[in-house]
């Protein structure tokens, strides 16, 4: 199935991959940026610096210049009208000039993002992993590119990179990447693996100059036994100002729980508390007490082998002043009241997680991705909830759903699309209300991505627009377009049990 095309056809956005420019029309420049989510002082996602969030989203496997899943990721801009894909976009890729490094097979540039004022100019930058498949050995991998945010929109003028050093050994760059400001000093920080320790991550502060030199490093064991980080989040859960780090762990078949890092005013704490294990994290304050909360796609019995099959549970810790409690807690399935649907094999309710307030009413909503929703007879044609935040926190009471064969929405519902593959609430139009975003990575082989309003109720398909590589005149097949988002946090996607 082709979703419905835009109706202006975009022009030179495959030349875009080598040259990197944007199409010309501009966004009309907003007075003010609004108010930045956790602790540093700039507005998020707004990488030409106009007031209004942009949509960043990975192709991490689109081919370039012959390059089968090279990666690119694109930069969609928000207006006054909201997106406007065919005549405001931007294709980077490392073959873009300025960009370091030289796109190759199996780099998956875009595997992960992150968008932050790194360098305290006011407007967003865009951190971009990927693979690096030059490395001395199999175990140096990892790359990780900073473009700087510019009015008029991002290019790879001046662009960044974090590698390994020549001829270094068991180096990986960019594993675990995730953006804050861990403290409090309102100058954006990365946190990411940048060495030769497996168990070791470093905090590395802002504001960083233009070689992506920071201003300090931290390094932190994060592990107490032989496993792997499996997902993380940041945000300020003490309602302290400081942003704080939750991280998540599996080793095998096992989830082996998570620790919460205080944020300080020297960095995150060296000690942690535990947390219960989770295989995908949001973090936004439901109840408006001033603390992050954080919700969690929680492990059916602890085992990641069942995760295939599940059908999916959401359960938030609400923020207290020592970081996500264990006695305020809400549980959310497809079966509480309110949510629509209903709890079945293999749905995986709760895949992906994104955090914004898509009505404007000050309370958090959360995006829950349903990627393995069936629709009808159609397996795994996917769909998004949008799960409302109030005083209580969040709840089903006028919880929405929406997928392809929701009135409204461009496309048709077809076995394997993964609608949901990707969630991310975010203003583009600069209303007040949070867009939802939505990936579908499989959708005809090659992905798209669909962006529905935000209104006083919540969502609305109507006015939406969907657009994929077809659309935007890239690299199409097997792109997995829309498989991620700048600022969400993105983790594998488990395929559903024959």
């Known amino acids: 199935m082709r979703i419905r095309p835009l109706h202006t056809a975009a022009v030179g956005l495959a030349a875009a991959l080598v040259s990197g420019a944007a199409s010309t029309a501009a966004a009309s420049p907003g007075a003010a940026p609004g108010s930045a989510q956790g602790a540093a002082a700039s507005v998020h996602d707004d990488v030409d610096g106009d007031g209004y969030q942009d949509l960043v989203t990975a192709a991490?496997?689109?081919?370039?210049?012959?390059?089968?899943?090279?990666?690119y990721v694109v930069i969609t801009y928000g207006s006054v009208s909201g997106l406007a894909p065919a005549s405001r976009t931007t294709v980077i890729s490392q073959n873009t000039p300025g960009v370091p490094g030289t796109a190759e097979e199996d780099d998956r540039f875009g595997d992960k993002l992150a968008a932050r004022d790194l360098d305290g100019d006011g407007i967003t930058d865009l951190v971009v992993s990927g693979l690096d498949q030059s490395g001395p050995d199999t175990y140096q991998h990892g790359t990780?590119?900073?473009?700087?945010?510019?009015?008029?929109?991002?290019?790879?003028?001046?662009?960044?990179?974090?590698?390994?050093?020549?001829?270094?050994?068991?180096?990986?760059?960019?594993?675990?990447?995730?953006?804050?400001?861990?403290?409090?000093?309102?100058?954006?920080?990365?946190?990411?693996?940048?060495?030769?320790?497996?168990?070791?991550?470093?905090?590395?502060?802002?504001?960083?100059?233009?070689?992506?030199?920071?201003?300090?490093?931290?390094?932190?064991?994060?592990?107490?036994?032989?496993?792997?980080?499996?997902?993380?989040?940041?945000?300020?859960?003490t309602g302290d100002g400081i942003d704080d780090l939750a991280t998540f762990y599996a080793y095998e078949n096992h989830a082996e729980g998570g620790k919460f890092w205080r944020g300080t005013a020297s960095g995150l704490s060296t000690t942690s508390t535990a947390l219960p294990s989770a295989a995908a994290t949001a973090i936004g304050d439901f109840d408006r007490d001033g603390r992050g909360d954080l919700a969690i796609r929680t492990v059916p019995n602890g085992i990641v082998e069942d995760l295939?099959?599940?059908?999916?549970?959401?359960?938030?810790?609400?923020?207290?002043a020592d970081g996500p409690g264990s006695t305020?807690?809400?549980?959310?399935?497809?079966?509480?009241?309110?949510?629509?649907?209903?709890?079945?094999?293999?749905?995986?309710?709760?895949?992906?997680?994104?955090?914004?307030?898509?009505?404007?009413?000050?309370?958090?909503?959360?995006?829950?991705?349903?990627?393995?929703?069936?629709?009808?007879?159609?397996?795994?044609?996917?769909?998004?909830?949008?799960?409302?935040?109030?005083?209580?926190?969040?709840?089903?009471?006028?919880?929405?759903?929406?997928?392809?064969?929701?009135?409204?929405?461009?496309?048709?519902?077809?076995?394997?699309?993964?609608?949901?593959?990707?969630?991310?609430?975010?203003?583009?139009?600069?209303?007040?209300?949070?867009?939802?975003?939505?990936?579908?990575?499989?959708?005809?082989?090659?992905?798209?991505?669909?962006?529905?309003?935000?209104?006083?109720?919540?969502?609305?398909?109507?006015?939406?627009?969907?657009?994929?590589?077809?659309?935007?005149?890239?690299?199409?097949?097997?792109?997995?377009?829309?498989?991620?988002?700048?600022?969400?946090?993105?983790?594998?996607l488990y395929e559903p049990w024959s």
Do not use: C
Request: charge should be negative.
């Open 144 to 237: 990780v590119t900073v473009l700087w945010g510019r009015p008029g929109g991002l290019t790879g003028e001046g662009a960044a990179g974090f590698r390994s050093p020549e001829g270094s050994v068991g180096w990986t760059v960019g594993r675990d990447l995730t953006a804050g400001d861990f403290n409090g000093d309102g100058h954006a920080d990365l946190v990411m693996q940048y060495g030769d320790d497996w168990e070791t991550r470093s905090v590395l502060f802002g504001p960083f100059n233009r070689s992506g030199t920071p201003a300090s490093e931290q390094r932190i064991d994060m592990f107490s036994t032989d496993n792997d980080i499996w997902t993380l989040a940041a945000g300020d859960m």
């Open 60 to 71: 991490p496997g689109g081919t370039v210049d012959g390059q089968t899943r090279a990666g």
């Open 328 to 492: 305020r807690t809400t549980t959310i399935t497809q079966n509480t009241s309110g949510v629509p649907g209903a709890n079945e094999r293999g749905d995986q309710f709760g895949a992906r997680l994104d955090a914004g307030d898509a009505n404007g009413d000050g309370f958090a909503d959360l995006a829950v991705g349903v990627p393995f929703e069936a629709i009808g007879s159609k397996a795994a044609a996917g769909a998004v909830v949008l799960l409302k935040g109030g005083l209580g926190g969040i709840g089903g009471t006028g919880a929405q759903a929406f997928h392809q064969d929701t009135a409204g929405v461009a496309g048709v519902a077809e076995a394997g699309d993964r609608f949901g593959g990707a969630v991310r609430l975010l203003d583009t139009d600069r209303n007040g209300r949070a867009d939802l975003a939505a990936g579908a990575p499989v959708e005809n082989g090659t992905g798209a991505v669909w962006s529905l309003p935000g209104t006083s109720s919540g969502a609305t398909a109507t006015g939406s627009i969907a657009f994929n590589p077809v659309d935007l005149g890239t690299p199409a097949q097997g792109a997995r377009f829309g498989a991620n988002f700048a600022g969400e946090n993105s983790v594998f």
């Open 308 to 320: 295939p099959g599940d059908h999916g549970t959401v359960k938030v810790l609400y923020g207290t």
